[in-house]
Structure formats: C-alpha cells, structure tokens
C-alpha cells in the first residue's frame, strides 16, 4: 500500500516546484475548477495536480516547522546556561 502523502515518481521528471510556485499553481487550479467552465475531460488530471501540490506544500511546511523548532531549541538553550 502506497502512503497518500507520498508523490511517488511524479516529480522524477521534473523539478519538484518551490514553495511559491506551487502555491500559485495550486490556487490556479481551485479557481478553474471554481469556474463554470471546467473541462471535465481533464477534471480527474486537474484534481490529481492538486493532490501532487499538496504534497509538496505540507513537505515544505513541515520541514519549515522542524527547522524553526529546532532554532527556538538551540536559542532556548543558549538561554538556559
């Protein structure tokens, strides 16, 4: 079984995208399948891309917290002696 938080290979042919990038293409996708337009030939393509990006940004943000937490540790210390 295969974990959800895990893109497995989508990115290998690609450069996974920074943060900001997939932010903005994650927003863009919401607002095309907001629409009363949506292609529904590539809803199930559009919805996968956003699963992909929401990925990322959680692996972004998780990182982002650990190194944080990590930082107010050291300087808690540094505090402590």
């Known amino acids: 079984m295969t974990?959800?938080?895990?893109?497995?290979?989508l990115f290998s042919s690609q450069e996974t995208p920074?943060?900001?990038a997939?932010?903005?293409?994650?927003?863009?996708?919401?607002?095309?399948?907001d629409?009363?337009?949506?292609d529904v030939?590539?809803?199930s393509t559009r919805v996968q891309r956003a699963s992909e990006l929401?990925?990322?940004?959680r692996r972004?943000?998780?990182?982002?917290r650990m190194e944080v937490d990590r930082?107010?540790?050291s300087l808690e210390a540094i505090d402590e002696a």
């Open 35 to 38: 629409g009363e337009a949506v």
């Open 41 to 43: 030939d590539h809803l």
């Open 22 to 33: 997939a932010l903005a293409e994650l927003e863009a996708i919401v607002a095309e399948l």
């Open 18 to 20: 920074s943060y900001a």
């Open 71 to 73: 930082v107010v540790a």
């Open 3 to 9: 974990d959800p938080d895990e893109p497995g290979d």
């Open 60 to 64: 972004r943000i998780g990182t982002a």
């Open 54 to 57: 929401l990925v990322v940004l």
